[in-house]
T-cell receptor
Framework: AQKITQTQPGMFVQEKEAVTLDCTYD???????LFWYKQPSSGEMIFLIY??????QNATEGRYSLNFQKARKSANLVISASQLGDSAMYFCAMREVSTNAGKSTFGDGTTLTVKP | EAQVTQNPRYLITVTGKKLTVTCSQN?????MSWYRQDPGLGLRQIYYSMNVEVTDKGDVPEGYKVSRKEKRNFPLILESPSPNQTSLYFCASSLGGTGTRGARQPQHFGDGTRLSIL
């Protein structure tokens, strides 16, 4: 069974600094997709970035990048140059090929607060 | 505008009174899914659908029903709601495809439905 662990319930970062949000996962699949979503206080879920298990390069999307270490089963999200609008809850999620990508598992989330 | 629409956004009801939360997407997505979000527990998958007439259980299906008669709609039915089903519910959709193609698709979420069962 797939499992996502986010060990940081809350994180603080100073505006304009970089921050890393941790995500480790457990799967017996060789092929899977990893995702990060942002949930602001308004409640909607926003897709940020995707990493495939067979992708050789770490994913990047603007200020977001993934530090993907397959052997360690970790996919940490790095946010560079934090902005006040980055304050939100962040979820790591996974879809496995073995379940035909139907099942989707989320971590418990990390609440990020950006300080001015 | 591409979107996933859930209704109602808020609902307060009583134990045992059947209710349906509707979900509709206009992106022609094959895959749809329902989640519940409870404090400290992240999102937990209730049911998902790979395509029309194809549904399967997620991690917490007890007390819920779904149907997928049309590609765009995926209603969530609570036949006899109980207080432990008080939660924030999200519907999501994505492009489909089994295997590797499906596993790389990000999900698009509705704005959520906050249910309170008294």
């Amino acid at each position: 069974a797939q499992k996502i662990t986010q060990t940081q319930p809350g994180m603080f970062v100073q505006e304009k600094e970089a921050v890393t949000l941790d995500c480790t996962y457990d799967t017996s699949d060789q092929s899977y997709g990893l995702f990060w979503y942002k949930q602001p206080s308004s409640g909607e879920m926003i897709f940020l970035i995707y990493q495939g298990s067979y992708d050789e390069q770490n994913a990047t999307e603007g200020r977001y990048s993934l530090n993907f270490q397959k052997a360690r089963k970790s996919a940490n999200l790095v946010i560079s140059a934090s902005q006040l609008g980055d304050s939100a809850m962040y979820f790591c999620a996974m879809r496995e090929v073995s379940t035909n990508a139907g099942k989707s598992t989320f971590g418990d989330g990390t609440t990020l607060t950006v300080k001015p | 505008e591409a979107q996933v629409t859930q209704n109602p956004r808020y609902l307060i009801t009583v134990t045992g009174k059947k209710l349906t939360v509707t979900c509709s997407q206009n992106m022609n997505h094959e895959y749809m899914s329902w989640y519940r979000q409870d404090p400290g527990l992240g999102l937990r998958q209730i049911y998902y659908s790979m395509n029309v007439e194809v549904t399967d259980k997620g991690d917490v299906p007890e007390g819920y029903k779904v149907s997928r008669k049309e590609k765009r709609n995926f209603p969530l039915i609570l036949e006899s709601p109980s207080p432990n089903q008080t939660s924030l519910y999200f519907c999501a959709s994505s492009l489909g495809g089994t295997g590797t193609r499906g596993a790389r698709q990000p999900q698009h979420f509705g704005d959520g439905t906050r249910l309170s069962i008294l």
